[in-house]
């Protein structure tokens, strides 16, 4: 194994897992909405599962990665409703039916997604025609100053954050790849540079 691998499956899995942990309200509103037959995209290591309503029926994952697995075969455990993962890149076709979804859930991934809209119009393609699109992203700032930071910053944080992106335009992506945004809001939770967040429900318009 490869410096970069060792860093990216070993030591990057447990950081980002302790970092993540601090989003708890964040986490529990975006997901206030999910119900039904669930799909979340970059499950990562599960820090969503306890913040699903009861609504919930059951939950399938798409994520390449498979760390920390003990960790969250216990987060699995402590929930109510079935959990089925698939260790897929969400970036390719998904092995789901057409409309299958009630919900579908993406949150902080958006921005490290490598084909973002393909995934995206995947997303789209398995989402039930009345069922909704939820999601949290830290994306560009609408301020042009700190914008023109994350271009900067973005060559060398997409290598210390495992292909993280800094300046993606969230709300943008996810009407270009034909959804309507319900709601979008943005909330700023620490250096706008790393922290602007955008959280939003979308409906699979057409
Ligand atoms: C910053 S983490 C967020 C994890 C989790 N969603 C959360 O809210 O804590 C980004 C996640 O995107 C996943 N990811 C990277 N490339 C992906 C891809 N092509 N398809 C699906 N997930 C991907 C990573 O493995 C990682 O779990």
């Known amino acids: 194994m ?28 975006t997901l206030a909405e ?9 499950f990562g290591t599960g820090l969503n599962l306890r913040y699903y309503p009861d609504g919930v029926e059951k939950l ?14 216990a987060r699995i455990d402590a929930v109510d409703f079935p959990v089925e993962r698939h260790h897929l890149p969400a ?6 039916d ?5 919900t579908v859930t993406v949150t902080w991934t958006l921005c490290t997604i490598p084909d973002a809209h393909t995934a995206l119009k995947e ?9 909704k699109l939820l999601f949290i992203e830290h994306g560009r700032s609408d301020d042009a100053k700190i914008a023109r930071w994350q271009d900067r910053i973005n ?7 495992c292909g993280c992106n800094l300046n993606r335009e969230t ?11 319900e709601r979008l809001e943005q909330l700023i939770e620490g250096p706008r540079v790393f922290a602007t967040l955008y959280r939003g429900a979308a409906l699979p318009k057409g």
């Open 123 to 131: 997303m789209h393609r398995v989402l039930n025609p009345e069922g």
């Open 155 to 161: 060559p060398i944080w997409n290598v210390i954050g």
């Open 34 to 42: 999910a119900k039904g037959d669930v799909l979340e995209i970059g």
């Open 60 to 73: 399938s994952t798409v994520d390449p990665m498979n760390a920390l697995q003990e960790k969250v075969q």
């Open 2 to 29: 490869g410096l970069y691998d060792y860093y990216e499956q070993r030591l990057f899995p447990p950081i980002l897992d302790r970092a993540m942990r601090k989003f708890g309200p964040q986490r529990e509103e």
């Open 171 to 181: 709300g943008d992506m996810v009407e270009r790849a034909g959804f309507q945004i």
């Open 91 to 96: 970036d390719g076709a998904l092995p789901f």
């Open 98 to 102: 057409q409309g299958r979804f009630d």
